[in-house]
């Protein structure tokens, strides 16, 4: 379950970055 938490957290940094 915390491995699918952080999966969830990277994704929303690299579209946070991506977006920037």
Do not use: A, V
Request: hydrophobic share 20%; no cysteine; proline share 0%.
């Amino acid at each position: 379950e915390n491995k699918k938490l952080q999966n969830q957290i990277q994704k929303l940094y690299g579209d946070l970055y991506n977006k920037e």
